[in-house]
């Protein structure tokens, strides 16, 4: 494994804890080695030491277990536009590979800033890294893949014109949580809800990704992003592809990847309005968890619009989903952290029980909660026990750390890291979603740069957002879910 931007928090926090988990499971090929490439003046032991803390800080560590991944750790210092580091970097993987016996796979992973992508692939073309004719070669590319449509696309030219899409793997975490896979093993392993998964049934879906952080030390990357390009754009609509999916043919990653491309399609036959379809929000100062806590702007920059809270509403043309909507939203600074897809079925056609309104009882829900405390919850109605028909909402709870003895789910990025090596594309992007949702998305990014807010920040921090969004359901009828 290359790491490029091996010096930033995304290697120290995830991906060499990652490492370490796969390792404590027994789960790494034997033998493997990290290559780290960066920019800082670091030999193998200083690396190894400054990755210590990261692993300590997300993992119970073992002292045996890390002496043996870090000895697998080695580090080169370089610049990403220079030919001559990434020959050294070459002759470096090299010489790793006849010291531990390593098969000729090789697998980079791109941790460096966007702005970096397309330098780091010319520099793997131009020293011979990329190519191998007795092994493997795989590239991983971190989100934001382009920053529209049009400079994903460039992004893809440049990108294909040195791998094939089977080399290729953009990654989304998201996609690696347990839950997320669980969706699909629940709609197509459990013959009791498929056939409920469409319009004659669900009265509308709510797909949530609330965060109680603001923007930190990220103030600077998130000017030039904002909530859509951070968040809406692949995490959010991944989501809605997975719980809008038609059955695959086949649990083969083509065959799920053209699925969920289809659900794009769908979206994109009646694009919605950015005006009355879209609500944004900035948040101002507030109180999280007892704690007084500064708004975005005086986080960044006094006069900024940039948005931290998107809440859209997207409908799907196609025969299952046809007149459902589907409601995303999505905040930093919001009262609690939380991400979950909620599916809201229809209220029974004849409601036989005297004496109780079925509207004060609230629908049947089923949701699934993707962080914190991973599971699926399913709320539905029932009798209160004694002598009357009264009737009550209650809950099934599955959770994961219950039902399978877990504390903590595996780290997402563990499993995404292991699917690279195996070569299993089922939970990467392929280049057409990627440019399907730019082509979303980016009419709501143009809108917004458009017509500056006059009203931010609209939310205090600690809240639930601002009362546009609560407006944007009840204009419909409805309501967020609690979270």
């Not at 790793?96 to 796979?105: F, L, T």
């Not at 991944?238 to 990847?257: K, M, N, W, Y």
């Not at 379809?277 to 900035?282: K, S």
């Not at 960044?300 to 909507?325: C, I, Q, Y």
């Amino acid at each position: 494994m290359v790491i490029f931007g091996a010096g930033g928090d995304l290697t120290r926090r995830q991906l060499i804890p990652s490492l370490y988990e796969l390792a404590t499971k027994g789960m790494l090929p034997t033998p493997f080695a990290v290559v780290a490439f960066s920019r800082g003046d670091r030999d193998d032991d200083l690396f190894r030491e400054l990755m210590r803390p990261g692993v300590e800080e997300e993992c119970a560590l073992r002292e045996g277990s890390w002496r043996e991944l870090a000895s697998a750790m080695y580090y080169v210092a370089g610049d990403f536009g220079s030919a001559d580091d990434f020959a050294t970097l070459a002759a470096r993987v090299r010489e790793v590979r006849e010291e531990r016996g390593i098969p000729d796979n090789v697998f980079f992973h791109m941790a460096a800033p966007p702005s970096f992508f397309e330098t780091i692939v010319r520099g793997l073309d131009g020293s011979g890294l990329a190519r191998s004719t007795d092994g493997w070669r795989r590239i991983v590319i971190e989100k934001p893949f382009g920053e529209d449509r049009a400079s994903a696309e460039e992004l893809d030219r440049e990108v294909r014109a040195v791998f094939e899409e089977k080399q290729v793997y953009r990654i989304d975490h998201y996609l690696g949580k347990e839950t997320v896979q669980n969706m699909l093993v629940f709609r197509f392993a459990n013959p009791g809800f498929e056939p409920i998964w469409n319009r004659n049934f669900v009265d509308h879906v709510q797909i949530t990704a609330a965060e109680d952080v603001g923007v930190g030390t990220r103030g600077a990357f998130y000017e030039r992003t904002g909530i859509v390009r951070d968040m809406v754009q692949n995490h959010l609509l991944q989501l809605l592809c997975l719980t809008a999916i038609e059955p695959p043919v086949g649990f083969e990653a083509d065959s799920v990847r053209a699925e969920t491309v289809k659900v794009l399609d769908g979206l994109a036959v009646t694009p919605f309005d950015p005006k009355e379809d879209a609500v944004r929000g900035q948040y101002g100062p507030g109180t999280v968890d007892g704690v007084k806590v500064a708004g975005y702007r005086e986080e960044v920059e006094a006069a900024s619009t940039t948005p931290t809270f998107a809440a859209v509403r997207l409908t799907l043309d196609n025969w299952r989903w046809a007149g459902v909507p589907f409601y995303l939203r999505t905040g930093k600074r919001l009262h609690q952290k939380r991400t979950q897809v909620t599916v809201h079925f229809r209220p029974t056609p004849h409601f036989m029980f005297p004496g109780m309104k079925r509207e004060d009882l609230g629908a049947n829900v089923l949701a699934f909660r993707l962080q914190p405390e991973e599971g699926i919850i399913h709320r539905f109605l029932a009798k209160r026990p004694g002598p009357e028909v009264s009737l009550t909402p209650v809950t099934m709870d599955f959770a994961y750390a219950d039902a399978f003895g877990v504390k903590e789910p595996p780290r997402a990025y563990a499993w995404l890291l292991m699917d690279v090596m195996q070569g299993d594309q089922h939970l990467f992007a392929r280049a057409d979603w990627i440019e399907k949702a730019w082509s979303l998305v980016d009419p709501l990014v143009d809108h917004w740069a458009d017509t500056p807010p006059e009203d931010f920040p609209n939310y205090a921090a600690g809240t639930r957002g601002p009362d546009a969004a609560e407006e944007l359901l009840a204009r419909d009828g409805r309501r967020w879910s609690e979270l």
